[in-house]
């Protein structure tokens, strides 16, 4: 089992930047992969971006040359870098870690982002 503790967000006006951050502990062994999703109300929870193991990054279109998601394996640390942040943005962010068929998911951070 792996529990994650994120960090981060809060309220920033159009055009800033924000840094999430997510640290997984427990059984952690194997590639996987750690991600971030984002749920408004009302709507599924969307994939912002991943990151497996290795390196290799998957990002939302909505969010591509705007958000940088990176990751410490010594740390068990996933990072969310959103810089240039629109109202659109807004929601609760929520970290995941991913290994074979086991998932698991932080608690949400709110991200507001004021025009």
């Known amino acids: 089992q792996v529990q994650l503790v994120g960090s981060g967000g809060g309220l920033v006006q159009a055009g800033g930047s924000l840094r999430l951050s997510c640290v997984a502990s427990?059984?952690?062994?194997?590639?996987?992969?750690m991600g971030w999703y984002r749920q408004t109300p009302g709507k599924q929870r969307d994939l912002v971006a991943s990151?497996?193991?290795?390196?290799?990054?998957n990002y939302a279109d909505s969010v591509k040359a705007r958000f940088t998601i990176s990751r410490d394996n010594a740390k068990n640390t996933v990072y969310l870098q959103m810089n240039s942040l629109k109202p659109e943005d807004t929601g609760v962010y929520y970290c995941?870690?991913?290994?074979?068929?086991?998932?698991?998911w932080g608690q949400g951070i709110q991200v507001t982002v004021s025009s």
């Open positions: 995941n870690f991913r290994v074979s068929i086991l998932s698991s």
């Open positions: 427990g059984s952690i062994f194997g590639a996987n992969v």
């Open positions: 990151i497996i193991s290795g390196g290799s990054t």
